[in-house]
């Protein structure tokens, strides 16, 4: 409106104008204030809000709707918010938009090739591990630097980690670390060192694992990185777990949960409180342990109440009320935990809960109970297809039935456990309780010297892996067992048993420990045992400790005190520095026992250790191993170093010496770290049907190596004549299939239009010459490995099928 009222033209608003410019004017502000949000919405990521940032993102992908560039960062960034709540499927599908070539033109390079990263990433996560390394190869051979690959190898090493292939996946972080360590770039070092230190662990190379996971931490600093932090230490745990050093683990735990806990990563919070329960319950701090399980039931509530966690978290709880000994409240969790469980859709979830129902039931003597809950349990593992739910299960059934009475069937369960050599702590906690339950079913045959020999392994077991309630348990089981058999030494078992179970808070074991004490007064020992069968199960005892080199050094020094007059009894081994550490030591205090390994460290010569031996009145034997370093054997008072009856300890520590060997060779086995042969005419051995001595066909072998054990499609090229189907049966035959079919199949071989009939079958009569039905060579390779020579010779038609059932089988 004009000074004098009337209305001008100049003041009439043009709508599509005041639009106009308006956008402009956004438009002109969003570039910079998208790119600030964006920035401030990876901050948070780093810090661990990631639900803030999610909810940022979902108001950023409304306003950045025109800006291609910001709005594949911000579908980026919501991509990793939701991978790191293990929504994968929802994470794939933030960015699957951008999977096309087409619909990442126009984005800037670095941007177009992280997307293709977190694409391959999720796929990985959702279970498309061929499709995932498809992905990143392709991405690879793109890179526009050396620097760009960087993450694309990080990217690898992940996916081939979750296939197995973890000499691939160390190949491939150490690429990354070499190309970050030129850059300085602190988080994709951090990144490089935890991949590597994961590969350890999951190769059983613990120390390594440590070492790298504390190399990530120091690169990390003050830098905000929250959830990295929060899984480093998680991982340290599980390290330390494998290394029976559950305090260390606890202390890694608390870390884990304090960076957790100050992020939105409730689940991951609950995790830990648990993982934490678990080892303050394997050394004794049951409150504690009740403290950390009741915290991880209310944060994965918290999350969500519903969450298939959550009967988890009541069979734990289940678990330690069990082992106080309140049984009632044990199977009010318990039963909780089992309808839970029941309703989900884990079958390893209900088949823990059940084998823990199974337990309780076995406590209050409801045999029958206990039995139909241990098959519903065994069938449940077979479902999975996990080993050790398998073996713990069918030993649950093996106590059932000796509970009920059945010894023959309670042996046959026994005898159905295969040997296990493995030196992780599951494998030996298991082992510990097959010994356990052979020692009860001898003691119910009658058979206390036996019993004695199973039980006294069962506490070398049970303090190695430091599982303070099982120890009392064996030490109360070794009690019993020496009442009949060695009466003298019963009385300082069961006293260990009573300690044990007192400080523990476990009533009820309390109760039979100290009934049995009660009793070992009254109790007429029974005639003693023939020297030559002790000598038998001691033998016996010593060459089934093989599986770990730490429990056959325990065992000798368990049995060396148990069988001889000897008060103190100490192995000791060189650590890195050469001095001497202690493995085990009984009738020792732990200051003087530290001080005799001291002392025994400087002794390098025959007569310093002849001197020390006169100054600690100690018989010092050495152990010597051809592939391992050796240890040193201390008894003390000398002239106590030998069986009673005057049997000398020599065939005994031949036989340790033995089994010094057979733990060097497996580890060596283990971790792929055999000799190397560098003579050209060993190729010869590596694969059948090969000799070669080119770096090239090296490269070949190593590679069939590296794929071996993976149920992978893999893609063999070649002129013809080179021998691809060579290569393919030598993956065969190095694989878990090669006890199945090989299935040649040469397209060149057959008419083309019977091809596809050849492929996936036919009834009789579908063509002229169809006299009956046919399989196909697909299916006729079920189980084993099909080798399809000659692709391109395939009808256009047909190729298109076979291509999708190589991609979905």
């Not at 104008?17 to 949000?37: D, W």
Request: charged residues 25%; contains cysteine; glycine residues 6%.
């Amino acid at each position: 409106m004009s000074r004098k009222g009337q209305f001008s033209d100049d003041a009439v608003v043009d709508l599509a104008t005041a639009r106009s410019r308006l956008r402009s004017r956004a438009g002109k502000t969003s570039s910079a204030s998208l790119k600030n949000e964006l920035a401030e919405i990876n901050l948070l990521l780093d810090q661990g809000f990631s639900n803030e940032a999610r909810s940022r993102l979902s108001n950023l992908l409304s306003t950045a709707r025109n800006d291609t560039e910001v709005l594949a960062e911000a579908r980026l960034a919501l991509s990793i918010a939701l991978e790191m709540h293990g929504d994968y499927r929802m994470s794939l599908q933030a960015i699957a938009t951008y999977e096309p070539d087409k619909a990442k033109a126009g984005l800037p390079v670095e941007l177009a090739l992280k997307l293709r990263v977190q694409i391959a990433i999720a796929y990985n996560y959702c279970g498309d591990h061929p499709k995932a390394i498809s992905l990143l190869k392709s991405a690879l051979r793109d890179v526009p630097n050396e620097q760009s690959a960087a993450a694309v190898y990080t990217a690898l090493s992940r996916a081939y980690r979750s296939i197995n292939e973890y000499p691939i996946a160390r190949d491939y972080s150490e690429r990354a670390l070499a190309i970050y360590r030129q850059s300085g770039d602190w988080r994709g070092l951090a990144e490089a060192y935890f991949g590597i230190a994961v590969t350890d662990h999951l190769e059983a190379r613990n120390e390594a694992a440590l070492a790298n996971f504390d190399q990530a931490l120091k690169i990390i600093g003050d830098h905000p990185a929250t959830f990295l932090l929060g899984k480093i230490y998680s991982n340290m745990a599980a390290a330390n777990w494998w290394l029976k050093q559950p305090q260390q683990g606890i202390a890694c735990l608390e870390k884990a949960i304090d960076y957790y806990e100050h992020s939105d990563h409730l689940l991951m919070a609950a995790a830990a409180y648990n993982n934490l329960g678990l080892n303050l319950m394997l050394v004794g701090q049951w409150d504690r342990a009740h403290e950390a399980y009741e915290r991880a039931l209310a944060l994965i509530k918290q999350a969500d109440e519903h969450d298939e966690r959550v009967p988890m978290a009541l069979d734990s709880l289940g678990e330690l009320s069990m082992l106080r000994g309140d049984l009632d409240e044990a199977k009010n969790y318990l039963e909780r935990a089992v309808a839970l469980s029941s309703e989900g859709t884990n079958k390893w979830y209900a088949c823990q809960t059940l084998r823990t129902m199974a337990r309780c039931h076995i406590a209050t003597g409801e045999t029958d109970l206990a039995l139909a809950d241990a098959e519903h349990a065994l069938r449940l593992a077979r479902d999975i297809g996990d080993g050790h739910s398998i073996w713990e299960t069918q030993l649950l059934l093996a106590e059932s039935f000796l509970q009920k009475g059945d010894l023959d069937a309670c042996a046959a369960k026994l005898s159905e456990q295969s040997e296990h050599s493995s030196d992780s702590p599951i494998v030996i906690g298991l082992s510990g309780e097959s010994h356990r339950l052979h020692g009860l079913l001898a003691l119910a045959k009658a058979d206390a010297p036996a019993a004695s020999q199973h039980f006294g392994r069962c506490v070398s077991i049970f303090e190695l892996v430091g599982d303070r309630y099982r120890t009392g348990r064996a030490h109360l089981d070794l009690g019993r067992a020496y009442m009949l058999a060695q009466s003298h030494l019963a009385a300082e078992h069961l006293t260990r048993a009573v300690n044990i179970f007192r400080e523990l808070g476990a009533r009820r074991d309390l109760e039979h420990a100290e009934a049995a004490l009660a009793e070992h007064d009254q109790t007429p020992p029974q005639q003693e045992r023939r020297r030559e069968a002790a000598i038998q199960l001691i033998t016996l005892r010593l060459a089934e400790a093989v599986s770990s080199r730490t429990l056959l050094l325990r065992e000798l020094a368990a049995v060396i005190r148990q069988e001889t007059s000897a008060k103190r009894v100490m192995v000791v081994e060189p650590d890195e520095e050469q001095k001497q550490k202690i493995v085990i030591a009984h009738g020792y205090e732990e200051d003087e026992a530290h001080g005799i390994a001291e002392d025994l460290s400087t002794a390098k010569t025959d007569a310093s250790r002849e001197r020390f031996a006169k100054k600690h009145d100690a018989k010092v034997i050495k152990l010597k191993s051809t592939n391992s370093l050796p240890a040193t054997l201390v008894i003390s008072p000398r002239n106590a170093a030998q069986l009673s009856g005057g049997l000398p300890l020599d065939p005994l520590l031949r036989v340790v010496e033995l089994g010094m060997d057979v733990c060097a060779l497996r580890a060596t086995t283990s971790t792929g770290q055999g000799v190397d042969n560098h003579d050209g005419s060993a190729g010869t051995g590596l694969l059948p049907g090969f000799i070669h001595s080119s770096p090239e066909m090296t490269r070949l072998v190593e590679e069939v190596h590296q794929i071996r054990s993976s149920d992978v499609t893999v893609l063999v090229t070649g002129e013809s004549g080179t021998g691809k189907e060579l290569v393919a049966r030598a993956i065969h035959a190095l694989s878990s299939r090669r006890d199945k079919i090989f299935v040649p199949f040469n397209c060149t071989a057959v008419p083309k239009e019977l091809s596809e009939s050849y492929l996936f079958g036919h009834r009789r009569g579908a063509f002229t010459g169809a006299v009956s039905d046919s399989p196909g060579v697909i299916r006729s390779a079920s189980g084993g490995t099909l080798f399809i020579d000659e692709v391109g010779d395939l009808p256009l038609d047909v190729q298109p099928k076979l291509l999708r059932f190589l991609q979905e089988g």
